[in-house]
Nanobody, 126 residues
C-alpha cells in the first residue's frame, strides 16, 4: 500500500521549535528522494526542503535555510523536518512527498513528486 502519514505539527510561539515527521510505506520510501512542501491559506503550495535517498544531499528554500533541517531514517522509513526559530509566516499545512522517479537528484518542483501525505498543520503565533 502506498502511504505517507505526517505527524508532529502543532501550535507554537514565534521563536519556538517543532519536528514534524512523515512515515512512509517502504515501497515508496526506499531509494527515493523525499521532500517537504507547505501551503498557507490563500497561497500556492511551495517547496520547503528535500533530501536524497541516502540523506547526503539536501536542498532548502531560501525562506527556511538555516532554520529548518530535513533528515531521514531509512531503517524506519521516516523523514523529519526539524524547525527552529519559527516565524508567524511559517504557518501552513506541511506536506511530505515522495519522488519515486529520483534517488540522488533532489528537485523543487511539486510536479516531480508522485505520492503525498495528508498534511500536518503548523501554526506559529506572534
Amino acid at each position: 500500500q502506498f502511504q505517507l502519514v505526517e505527524s508532529g505539527g502543532g501550535l507554537v510561539q514565534a521563536g519556538g521549535s517543532l519536528r514534524p515527521s512523515c512515515a512512509a510505506s517502504e515501497c515508496i520510501f526506499s531509494n527515493h528522494a523525499m521532500g517537504w512542501f507547505r501551503q498557507a491559506p490563500g497561497k500556492a503550495r511551495e517547496f520547503v526542503a528535500a533530501v536524497s535517498w541516502d540523506g547526503r544531499g539536501t536542498d532548502y528554500s531560501d525562506s527556511v535555510k538555516g532554520r529548518f533541517t530535513i533528515s531521514r531514517d531509512n531503517a524506519k522509513n521516516t523523514v523529519y523536518l526539524q524547525m527552529v526559530s519559527l516565524k508567524p509566516e511559517d504557518t501552513a499545512v506541511y506536506y511530505c512527498a515522495a519522488d519515486t522517479g529520483h534517488s540522488s537528484v533532489i528537485l523543487r518542483r511539486g510536479s516531480e513528486y508522485d505520492y503525498w501525505g495528508q498534511g500536518t498543520q503548523v501554526t506559529v503565533s506572534s
